[in-house]
């Protein structure tokens, strides 16, 4: 079986790095590309669903009945799909390469080792403005005039992927889907001008914990499809709410351990990525049989490319002077069934029933949905 082409991400022609830059046009900052075509509006609320994939959602009408009858499209979340990548293309406007947080654990060349981007913390001597130095659009958006809030979870208000991805932005706490509707109506009346981003992270827990196939997840999309039917219902005359996603999800049914494969691990000096979209940084002048060994175990259930082969390839779309180094020297990205896995050192990776990561269209496109406020 021959491995099927990569569906290479059409950066700047309808992604996620499209969504803030089509927001920050339709709010009059000048300077901003409107890709989307977003129609002119005082007030725009995105609502980002963690783990809501357009093809999870066609396959669901009767559990999202409000976000069916929306209108809208598919859009591409990027490579790797996964959240801390998404949100820093939404934050900054810029396709992964540009902004650098390009995966859960990437390299960190100056200290030496791999950092956890979910679970970064002050701790890893990290600086988040130096990380990640791009300006985010919500700081170009208040240098305009317009009131910016970011309403999320309590747990991420002061983190330091937070402050790499919505600096600029006022950080409004919230769990609780009462909380996000009242902040999310409070905010949006704020100023002349208000760009709002709502954050809801349940139904991509529960595909984790549950597999995107189950009743647990599809419950849970009837209660994303009533939260964004009720912040439609709290939006000011002429608002415009847009709702997308970070990524899709699959359940994969097969699993490669590279812990216990030692052909995978010979001249392998980090693994990072996770799941389904691996980084594998090789020992010094290890990487050519890094990569054989790669293809060889892995075969035709993975793309397996060197570096530089992704990055001309724009997987990353351009990549900006020093974030190649953040990938890996080898990238797999699995394209069917296949999970690879660290059962070792990835304990909490390994237990996950849902997955994402990857370029096939389950995991990589995501719905760019709208609906307008009373007139």
């Known amino acids: 079986m021959t491995a099927p082409p990569p569906p290479v991400p059409r950066y700047g022609t309808g992604t996620l790095a499209d969504v803030s830059p089509s927001v920050l046009a339709a709010l009059g900052v000048p300077g901003a590309a409107n890709v989307l075509g977003l129609p002119p509006a005082a007030r725009v609320c995105v609502l980002l669903v963690d783990g809501l994939g357009w093809e999870q959602l066609r396959a669901h009408p009767d559990e999202a009945p409000f976000l069916t009858s929306l209108g809208g499209r598919a859009i591409d979340a990027g490579l790797p799909a996964t959240t801390v990548t998404s949100i820093a293309s939404l934050g900054t406007g810029l396709p992964p390469g540009g902004h650098g947080l390009l995966g859960l654990q990437v390299a960190v060349p100056e200290a030496g080792g791999l950092l956890n981007l979910l679970r970064w913390s002050d701790d890893a001597g990290v600086d988040p403005g130096e990380f990640q130095p791009v300006p985010t659009v919500y700081e170009r958006a208040v240098a305009d005039g317009v009131a910016v809030r970011y309403i ?224």
């Open 152 to 375: 999320g979870l309590w747990n991420l208000r002061r983190t330091p992927l937070s402050r790499a991805t919505s600096r600029g932005a006022e950080y409004l706490p919230a769990d609780a889907l009462g909380e996000l509707v009242g902040r999310a109506g409070t905010a949006l009346r704020e100023g002349d001008r208000a760009y709002v981003t709502v954050y809801h992270s349940d139904l991509d827990a529960t595909g984790h914990r549950r597999g995107v196939g189950s009743a647990e997840w599809r419950f849970q999309l009837r209660f994303v499809d009533l939260l964004a039917e009720r912040i439609a219902s709290v939006l000011p005359p002429g608002a415009l709410l847009c709702v997308t996603s970070d990524h899709g999800m699959v359940d994969p049914g097969e699993r490669l351990d590279v812990d216990r494969t030692p052909a995978l691990l010979d001249g392998v000096a980090m693994l990072g990525g996770d799941a389904r979209c691996r980084y594998v940084y090789a020992e010094p002048g290890a990487r050519d049989d890094v990569l054989a060994a790669w293809r060889a175990v892995v075969g035709d259930r993975a793309w397996v490319v060197p570096r530089e082969e992704a990055v001309a390839d724009g997987w990353f779309g351009p990549v900006a002077p020093g974030m190649a180094e953040r990938i890996g020297d080898v990238v797999a990205v699995p394209h069917g069934g296949l999970a690879i896995v660290a059962s070792e050192r990835e304990p909490w990776l390994e237990r996950m029933v849902g997955m994402h990561g990857s370029m096939i269209a389950a995991e990589r496109l995501v719905p760019m949905l709208t609906v307008s406020g009373p007139t």
